[in-house]
């Protein structure tokens, strides 16, 4: 399996982009990871609001690191890891989160190459005040 960035131009250090341009995939096995936040993935239904209150009573920074500790579960079952990520859709409720956003996918995704992303400021999300979810792809070798 071989993934490839794409870049139209040099990624320049004084860029510290938080993402890439473009990754091509080569003879892999995708991975659909459905939308990840501070709620974990399987709980209650219908929703329980004094578990629900644990999850969304912390703020933008906090919120941001469990959606990615949650998306690491479902990579590890996936026998993949943040590397093996090469897309991201983030969908924020407020936009100007984006440095800590971009400051915790550095920590995961390093600033060389990190995957190609959409981030969509949304009115709102699934929770009442929920701030930020992701959905993304993965490519791991087939088996």
């Known amino acids: 399996m071989k993934i490839i960035p794409i870049h139209h131009e040099p990624m320049k250090p004084e860029f510290n982009s938080p993402f890439s341009a473009a990754f091509a995939v080569e ?70 989160n984006q440095d800590v956003l971009n400051e915790i996918s550095a920590r995961h995704f390093g600033n060389d190459n990190p995957p190609p992303r959409s981030v969509i400021q949304v009115a709102g999300l699934a929770h009442t005040d929920m701030m930020i979810e992701i959905d993304g792809i993965a490519a791991v070798p087939r088996s």
């Open 27 to 96: 003879d892999a096995r995708l991975i659909f990871i459905s939308g990840c936040c501070t709620v974990p993935s399987y709980h209650k239904h219908p929703h329980d609001p004094i578990e629900e209150r644990q999850w969304l009573d912390n703020d933008f920074r906090e919120q941001t690191e469990r959606t990615f500790a949650h998306m690491k579960l479902i990579l590890d079952a996936a026998g993949a890891d943040f590397a093996n990520m090469v897309f991201l859709t983030v969908y924020l409720t407020d936009a100007g």
